[in-house]
């Protein structure tokens, strides 16, 4: 009945083999592992559940920075990241020293692409389930932007030995806005999407060309959700998951974009342009 989410900031570069990580997440709870990310040691920012930008070649390795941080008794927490320097060309090098990883900023080559991310965690219970998560992104700039979130299992959605959650095959794309996983079990997932306004979601084995700087074009077959706004470029997603035994709870949606307020039972869900802030209904 436990419930662990990991958010990894990544402040600062590590040395061996070290994945693009910035922002990124992993959840497990009620017995299964409902986000993760690559396991192999050739890691790629493509295997993680973030915001893609497929069309423009970035710094994808770079670190993040934190902006805001937010822990409660119970476990509950946000936690807010700049990704400036994730968005920043793929040509920007030496943009941390080599020992004490200071961050010298003319060194970064600008791409004209900005943005930063932030992901709430409430285990207070107020909003009738164990567990709500909350993740946004403010992404401005480039090109072409699709969210992601992995699912395991192989192509076909088949279960893998190293990933035993086979969420292809368990998962829904449902009403305009939100999709569902859904285990033997009675545990669900649901996902609605606050921001774009409808959206795009669709959950298939995607053949995909993601650009290494080092190694060049890789492709790859990726099972996973996939959603895009209406306007491609649009950088903008506000994303509210619940994870719960049985039915998910009514999610209630006031208001547009960023500045939406989402009520789940007695709990009140908004963005304040900074992070994820949670509060008790009136």
Same mark, same amino acid.
């Given at each position: 009945?436990?419930?662990?989410?990991?958010?990894?900031?990544?402040?600062?570069?590590?040395? @061996?083999?070290?994945?693009?990580?910035?922002?990124?997440?992993?959840?497990?709870?009620?017995?299964?592992?409902?986000?993760?990310?690559?396991?192999?040691?050739?890691?790629?920012?493509?295997?993680?559940?973030?915001?893609?930008?497929?069309?423009?070649?970035?710094?994808?390795?770079?670190?993040?920075?934190?902006?805001?941080?937010?822990?409660?008794?119970?476990?509950?927490?946000?936690?807010?990241?700049?990704?400036?320097?994730?968005?920043?060309?793929?040509?920007?090098?030496?943009?941390?020293?080599?020992?004490?990883?200071?961050?010298?900023?003319?060194?970064?080559?600008?791409?004209?692409?900005?943005?930063?991310?932030?992901?709430?965690?409430?285990?207070?219970?107020?909003?009738?389930?164990?567990?709500?998560?909350?993740?946004?992104?403010?992404?401005?700039?480039?090109?072409?932007?699709?969210?992601?979130?992995?699912?395991?299992?192989?192509?076909?959605?088949?279960?893998?030995?190293?990933?035993?959650?086979?969420?292809?095959?368990?998962?829904?794309?449902?009403?305009?806005?939100?999709?569902?996983?859904?285990?033997?079990?009675?545990?669900?997932?649901?996902?609605?999407?606050?921001?774009?306004?409808?959206?795009?979601?669709?959950?298939?084995?995607?053949?995909?060309?993601?650009?290494?700087?080092?190694?060049?074009?890789?492709?790859?077959?990726?099972?996973?959700?996939?959603?895009?706004?209406?306007?491609?470029?649009?950088?903008?997603?506000?994303?509210?998951?619940?994870?719960?035994?049985?039915?998910?709870?009514?999610?209630?949606?006031? @208001?547009?974009?960023?500045?939406?307020?989402?009520?789940?039972?007695?709990?009140?869900?908004?963005?304040?342009?900074?992070?994820?802030?949670?509060?008790?209904?009136?």
């Amino acid at each position: 009945d436990d419930f662990i989410a990991q958010v990894f900031l990544k402040a600062h570069p590590i040395g @061996g083999w070290n994945g693009p990580n910035a922002g990124t997440f992993r959840v497990l709870g009620l017995g299964h592992v409902w986000a993760h990310g690559p396991e192999a040691r050739e890691r790629d920012r493509w295997l993680e559940n973030v915001v893609q930008l497929p069309e423009d070649k970035l710094n994808l390795g770079a670190c993040g920075r934190l902006t805001y941080l937010k822990t409660e008794s119970d476990g509950s927490g946000v936690v807010s990241v700049d990704l400036s320097d994730v968005y920043a060309d793929e040509k920007t090098s030496g943009l941390y020293e080599g020992y004490g990883a200071k961050r010298r900023p003319e060194r970064l080559v600008a791409s004209g692409v900005a943005g930063m991310r932030s992901i709430g965690v409430d285990y207070s219970g107020r909003a009738g389930v164990p567990c709500v998560l909350v993740i946004v992104d403010h992404i401005t700039g480039g090109k072409s932007k699709l969210w992601m979130w992995h699912l395991g299992g192989d192509a076909a959605g088949k279960p893998t030995r190293a990933q035993p959650d086979a969420h292809l095959n368990d998962t829904k794309v449902d009403a305009a806005g939100t999709f569902t996983v859904r285990k033997p079990d009675g545990a669900t997932l649901r996902a609605t999407f606050v921001a774009p306004t409808k959206p795009s979601v669709v959950a298939e084995a995607r053949k995909v060309t993601f650009h290494n700087a080092h190694s060049g074009d890789i492709n790859a077959v990726l099972p996973a959700v996939f959603a895009t706004g209406a306007n491609p470029a649009d950088g903008t997603f506000f994303v509210v998951v619940t994870i719960q035994r049985g039915a998910p709870p009514e999610v209630l949606v006031q @208001g547009t974009g960023l500045d939406a307020k989402v009520t789940i039972g007695r709990c009140v869900v908004a963005f304040d342009g900074e992070k994820v802030v949670f509060r008790e209904k009136d």
